[in-house]
């Protein structure tokens, strides 16, 4: 036994069932996991001055992360150790077979390892930034308040490292999906219905409420009529936008891999047309989260990368808004960003995870599927490479459309947060059938039965 697996055993950690677990106990464990995160995500870390950018905010959503709470870092440390690992596994670094029992307890040891020493440095960093500092009017020594908010930051993180196991062994999905869309989900509830005030409004005594209906019904009391059915279209399209992301995330692409000349038989490969993810977006979103960082809020660059917000600004002031020829070039470049680097990376991420034609045609040679293991892989590989290309790029621009549109229009999440929460309801769902949870679920069980 390692000196890394003796560490991990001293550990609090999540035992697998002996028994088997039937699918209305995973739900259960599955709300209750929902709830207690949910509980994180409320409670406030004690001693902190929060000094970070709602865009910031924002972006940390999609990883679970309620910046100035218990769920400060969110699933940023499991995810970082899951992909740490591979790379570790596919580079030859670390030899682990998976396909044992041993090997799988091994893996489980050093992806525990990982995240702790992950979710160390992201705590420090939280403080190290000045996103998280001592709240000084209390009287206690600042080393003492850092101390403090360390503690509070790794306690939050460390359970919500065990809730994600205890949800894979337990529960109906993995945690990190279950987090990253409950977190999402909550998001979009507040920045929609929340009439609770933000606290820098509460610290002076005014009722402006943080979500978007409210403030809709505040300006229509005011007699801001403009304003609020601003506030009102940002809500209709933000729910727009996510139906149509939902269907966009529906569309396959079926390749035809072998013709059989006998019954006229075709083989065909499915691709999602949305075929990189939203991954590759995420990249480029949190390059731009860390430009708006690290320059001025008065330089142009900064400015540029702002969101627009354009129906914000249009219902203040009309259209006169689009005659300054700065907020015409902010939008344009604004949409240029993020539709050429969404093509990049997109084509990137290809090549790095190997998505690739070749790699792809090699992945289905090893599929236990006669026409194709004895089919000439060049063949296969000549013909995905009409396919898998062009949806390379396709897939990164209609990602960056949606994700530009969005931070243009100002609606009310980012549209990353939107292809996200899309995605891993897509995954959720598939997880649901596999455990023979839909029946249990009036609701959704409901709907499939009017289909």
Request: glycine content about 6%; proline content about 6%; cysteine-free.
């Amino acid at each position: 036994m390692s000196l890394i697996e003796r560490f991990v055993q001293y550990l609090p950690s999540v035992k697998p069932s002996i028994t088997y677990v039937t699918p209305k106990e995973r739900i259960k464990n599955t709300i209750l996991i929902i709830l207690i995160f949910s509980l994180l995500s409320s409670i406030p870390i004690f001693g902190i001055s929060p000094v970070v950018s709602q865009r910031f905010a924002e972006f940390m959503w999609i990883f679970g992360s309620h910046i100035g709470t218990l769920a400060t870092v969110g699933v940023i440390p499991s995810i970082l150790a899951g992909l740490f690992l591979q790379m570790l596994i596919f580079s030859g670094i670390l030899s682990i077979n998976i396909q044992t029992e041993e090997g799988k307890k091994k893996y489980d040891s050093y992806y525990k390892f990982l995240a702790i020493i992950f979710l160390i440095i992201q705590s420090i960093s939280f403080m190290i930034t000045g996103n998280m500092v001592p709240d000084h009017t209390l009287p206690f020594p600042t080393w003492f308040l850092y101390l403090l908010i360390f503690l509070q930051i790794f306690i939050g993180g460390y359970i919500i490292i065990l809730l994600d196991d205890f949800s894979v062994k337990h529960g109906l999905t993995s945690g990190i999906n279950l987090i990253i869309f409950t977190s999402i989900s909550m998001s979009i509830a507040l920045r929609v219905f929340n009439p609770i005030p933000p606290p820098t409004f509460a610290a002076y005594g005014q009722y402006v409420p943080s979500g978007l209906l409210p403030l809709a019904v505040l300006n229509f009391i005011e007699g801001n009529f403009n304003i609020a059915m601003a506030y009102i279209l940002i809500v209709l399209l933000t729910f727009g936008v996510l139906v149509f992301v939902t269907y966009l995330q529906s569309i396959k692409i079926e390749i035809p891999l072998v013709y059989m000349n006998i019954g006229g038989k075709i083989t065909k490969f499915p691709i999602n047309l949305l075929y990189t993810s939203v991954i590759p977006a995420i990249f480029l979103y949190g390059i731009i989260i860390w430009i708006l960082a690290v320059t001025d809020t008065n330089s142009t660059i900064h400015k540029l990368l702002t969101p627009p917000n354009l129906i914000y600004y249009l219902s203040q002031y009309g259209f006169s808004y689009l005659l300054d020829p700065f907020n015409i070039a902010h939008v344009l470049f604004y949409l240029t960003i993020f539709i050429v680097g969404g093509v990049l990376f997109s084509y990137m991420w290809v090549i790095a995870t190997g998505m690739d034609a070749k790699n792809l045609a090699k992945m289905l040679q090893s599929l236990p599927i006669p026409s194709l293991r004895y089919r000439d892989p060049r063949i296969i590989e000549k013909t995905l490479e009409k396919y898998v290309g062009p949806l390379s790029y396709l897939s990164g621009l209609l990602i960056g459309l949606i994700a530009a549109i969005s931070d243009i229009l100002g609606i009310a999440v980012s549209g990353i947060s939107l292809l996200l929460l899309v995605l891993i309801a897509t995954q959720i769902y598939n997880d649901l059938e596999r455990y023979g949870a839909i029946p249990y679920l009036p609701i959704i069980n409901k709907y499939l039965a009017k289909k």
